[in-house]
């Protein structure tokens, strides 16, 4: 599963394979879900061609919203709030100073920076457990 909610291939299949090889796939997903009894199984953020064929194996089919903000050139965040109108101006910037009164550091890290407890950390974010260790996986 992937960590950013992006819409992509999910199933491990060559580009253009045919709808056979896709029902494949999904047989041996259900089955190796149910030799595992897992609770659920799910497929987030399929193409729009797994999402259909999910369905027609019995899947439901989740739908959401995404906003995607695009930079319109600001060179700062200050060039993006000047943007807004005051109310909310004013509201982003009680929000962050409120978020920075609780001690709060935001720290960029790419690649090689990222260290077994980041990714531990980013998976309790995520699901609430710390029962997992992905990192050492």
């Not at 259900?30 to 193409?47: D, G, I, N, Q, W």
């Not at 720290?107 to 077994?116: A, F, H, I, R, Y």
């Amino acid at each position: 599963m992937p960590f950013t909610p992006v819409t992509g291939p999910r199933l491990l299949r060559r580009p253009g394979a045919s709808v056979e090889v896709t029902a494949t796939l999904i047989a041996a997903l259900l089955e190796v879900a149910r030799a595992h009894k897992v609770s659920s199984l799910h497929v987030t953020f399929p193409t729009g061609e797994e999402w259909e064929q999910l369905a027609a194996a019995g899947f439901l089919q989740r739908s959401g919203q995404q906003f995607h903000w695009e930079n319109q050139g600001y060179q700062s965040f200050d060039d993006f709030l000047t943007a807004l109108n005051s109310r909310k101006r004013k509201q982003i910037r009680r929000e962050r100073r409120d978020a920075l009164a609780t001690g709060l550091e935001i720290e960029t890290l790419t690649g090689s920076d990222l260290e077994t407890r980041h990714w531990d950390a980013f998976y309790r974010f995520l699901h609430g457990d710390d029962r997992a260790q992905m990192g050492r996986r």
